[in-house]
């Protein structure tokens, strides 16, 4: 089976005038088909780095990035911008919403671009905005909806295109527990539907709805444990961190 992404040996150093900051040390990261993997590690661990040089919306200093079994560090900016396209999707903590767009065209966006046609992103963008209980502002302005509101439309578009990968960097970090709850209610939904996800987190109630944890320390894996819930009597489930 070939892995969605896959790093070896990834590095990524910044210059602090003359001085280099490494902010990723030679990460090694496989990620499969179908996984959902939380990317943990106290600030300025590098996680967020990681996770844009999986996208390209960073560039390595040395390493190997792979996605779906091609190597893809090599790529021009431009390249990068149309494999983003068709293949991963994002979720920021602050939302990047498009201003002068309503929320369903920042939805229905995407989809096209990626080659849907029209009736099929306007399919897909209404699924998903009933999904997140958004399907009464789809005409609304992005500047009109609460913060809450504005990532749950974040991640409808990030899944409008239906990508192999879905990167997210802290997506509830800006939100309060009811809306927190509908973000990972729908990437719950969407992982066991197939999507493969890599989502940055400093919450470990957001991680255990993952199925590997991966902890950085100074830009180096330190532990990466898969996740085994097990069944009780009860009602729940225990989880245990392997």
Sequence with gaps: MT???????????????????????GVDLQVEP?????????SGSGKSTLVHLLGGLDTRTSGEIWLDGKRVDTLSESAWALLRRKRVGFVFQ????????????????????????????????????????????????PAQLSGGEQQRVALARALANQPALLLADEPTGNLDSRNTRDVLRLLGTVHKEGQTIVMVT??????????????????????????????TGTAGEVIDLR
């Excluded at 179908?34 to 106290?42: C, L, Q, R, S």
């Excluded at 602050?94 to 992103?121: C, R, Y």
């Design 3 to 25: 892995s969605v992404v896959k790093t070896v040996n990834l590095v990524k150093i910044y210059q602090d005038g003359a001085l280099p900051v490494p902010a990723v040390r």
């Design 34 to 42: 179908g996984e959902f993997v939380a990317v943990m590690g106290p």
């Design 94 to 141: 602050f939302f990047n919403l498009v201003a002068n767009m309503t929320v369903g065209d920042n939805v229905e966006l995407p989809a096209l671009l990626a080659g849907a046609s029209p009736k099929v992103a306007r399919e897909r963008r209404e699924s998903l905005l009933a999904a997140l209980n958004l399907a009464d502002r789809a005409d609304a302005a």
């Design 202 to 231: 400093h919450d470990a109630r957001v991680a255990s709805l993952a199925d590997r944890v991966v902890s950085l320390f100074d830009g180096e894996i330190v532990d990466d444990g898969r996740i085994a819930r097990r069944r």
